[in-house]
């Protein structure tokens, strides 16, 4: 394989190539975290194991972005595929997707009852983002178990005042201790929540990018497609 062909298949991959990237960061951070014991120490901190859920929560939706990422880097190669071989599907993949079934309304030859521009144009940025568009909720669902955890620890910390009783210094001790605990759940709860969340959106954000460039590609492919070989007869191989 040559050169242009090597290039043409990277930049086909490139959402799932800056997923991996990302990956391979967030694995390092929670390496030193893990080697120099602070995760041990929120998992032992937080009463309410909402800090681990979290956690879990996060690697769930890296693996799903993971699978968006893959579902966005074929849709890219087929797309580029059909661009090199003049918008004919030569790939032989049984069930199209969407740019496949928007190229083929677009450029199909009719007359009649031809298909809305805007519409298309709406439902092929839909039928893109939707892959990866339940990453955003999850980012946001992080932020909210977060703020869960926040309240569950203010009502550890109110809980042990009202328990008070009698005014020596042991009692004043327990009381100082059981705040100090409800006090690490509502502020490791929030940053791990906001942290993962931080984390989620920047994988989605890449995706976004990636999903909003395909189509950009797309409309732009063919309206110079109809251009040249006509509004909607002929395809770019069959107008040449």
Not at 173 to 188: C, E, H, N, P
Request: glycine content about 10%; proline content about 2%; some cysteine.
């Amino acid at each position: 394989m040559n050169i242009a062909n090597e290039l043409w298949r990277s930049s086909a991959y490139r959402p799932l190539y800056t997923w991996l990237i990302i990956s391979g960061l967030v694995l390092f951070g929670f390496f030193l975290l893990w080697r120099y014991q602070f995760i041990d120490q929120i998992i032992e901190a937080d009463l309410t194991r909402l800090s681990l859920i979290i956690g879990v929560v996060f690697l769930a939706a890296c693996g799903y972005l993971g699978v968006s990422a893959y579902r966005l880097s074929q849709m890219n190669f087929r797309f580029l595929h059909r661009v090199q071989n003049g918008n004919s599907d030569t790939t032989g993949k049984a069930e199209p997707d969407a740019v496949d079934e928007y190229l083929d309304l677009m450029l199909e030859p009719k007359s009649e009852n031809a298909p809305h521009d805007e519409s298309m144009h709406t439902w092929l940025a839909e039928q893109v983002h939707k892959g990866h568009r339940l990453g955003w909720f999850i980012s946001d669902s992080l932020i909210r178990l977060g703020l869960v955890g926040t309240v569950i620890g203010f009502i550890i910390m109110l809980g042990s005042v009202y328990d008070l009783e009698g005014d020596d210094v042991s009692v004043l001790q327990d009381l100082m201790s059981s705040m100090g605990g409800g006090m690490q759940v509502a502020l490791y709860t929030t940053l791990t929540g906001i942290s993962l969340s931080l984390i989620l959106g920047i994988y989605c954000k890449y995706l976004d990018s990636g999903a909003d460039e395909l189509v950009s590609r797309v409309i732009q492919h063919t309206a110079r497609s109809r251009q040249e070989g006509g509004k909607f007869g002929k395809s770019v191989s069959e107008a040449s």
